[in-house]
DNA sequence: CTAAATCAATACTTTTTTGTATGGATTTAA
DNA sequence: TTAAATCCATACAAAAAAGTATTGATTTAG
């Protein structure tokens, strides 16, 4: 299971923009500044950004980037999901991704393996659906009390599945 | 989040071995055609499971591929590590893979993306050193009684090793 | 009106991953 | 002892991901 790059910084500089107060924004060399990357790199994945409806954008002078909503209402799992990616766990479609040299995979019934990458990513969702921006924003505790919550219940859901 | 190939591939190889009654082997042939890929992949991933100790093999007419274990020895995160990548969640060092620019992640200290990614990766980790092979032959309603129990028990040590 | 600051779009280069090809070494069987 | 079947190792090719460069459009300040 690997994180790509378009994730993992298109995550930060979401938190980024996640931490300024309202009606402040950040330009993309600031961006870049704060984070360590190229501008052209951070224009990029905030066009993936903006392109998903996450961020407002502003051109011109003082023009920037800030979010379209307030933190707590954007999740991990659409900033992911607007970042794109092509074999990501949580895909519909994630099993026809390996078909090997046949069009479908070849594992059409009776896959042993499916089920796991499905119970897998079943946690993945649950976790990222309801993590937000402004989580990240709250002291470590705070996360790791939600994230108990949120595998309770994903328990629960799993159960459900069964019977 | 996504998965490899590698990945992919091999973990299904693994558990076409682990179907296997005891003292029968598969040739890298046998295998690719079973999985709907080409002989020399075959061969390339299983090189990998070999040199990581999962796999024995035999040369020469009728020889092949079988587990070197029990398929209930071999855990799924065993699998994973013979079949590498560079970003991967549970790696130590993951962090500086995304350093950008500079040498090292910029977020030294106060980083608040980091504990995200740990929570998850400490359940992925706990759940794929639990699953064998074993439990990909078994029905998918044990695997999802099994998971409960390790989510369970995840729950408890995260609370211990973050707080 | 003009210049500077900014986002927008796309093309390009480099690196990594994916997948194939090839030549060799080992074993078995005839 | 030779031929066929197999694994072993590495080199190569193609595709995808990562990251850079360039050109254009928009806004604001002066």
């Known amino acids: 299971m690997n994180v790509s790059a378009l994730e993992e910084y298109g995550l930060r500089c979401a938190v980024t923009l996640a931490a300024l107060k309202p009606d402040e924004m950040l330009s993309a060399p600031e961006i870049a500044e704060r984070e360590g990357l190229s ?10 950004l903006k392109k998903a409806g996450l961020v407002t954008t502003v051109r011109g002078v003082n023009g920037g980037f800030a979010l ?6 954007i999740s991990l799992k ?10 990501r766990v949580s895909d519909e479609d994630f099993c026809n ?3 090997g040299k046949s069009d479908n995979c070849v594992h059409q019934s009776g896959c042993s393996i499916r089920p796991f990458w499905k119970i897998l990513s079943l946690y ?11 989580d990240m924003l709250n ?4 996360t790791i ?3 108990e919550k949120i595998a309770l219940k994903n328990i629960q859901t799993m159960k459900e599945q069964l019977s």
């Open 68 to 73: 379209a909503k307030p933190a707590a209402e």
């Open 139 to 142: 002291p470590e505790r705070d």
């Open 78 to 87: 659409e900033v992911f999901e607007a970042l794109g990616g092509k074999r």
């Open 124 to 134: 993945i969702e649950a976790f990222t659906s309801e993590m937000t921006l402004q």
């Open 97 to 99: 991704a390996f078909a």
């Open 39 to 48: 501008v052209e790199y951070v224009s990029k994945f905030m066009l993936h």
């Open 145 to 147: 009390v939600k994230t």
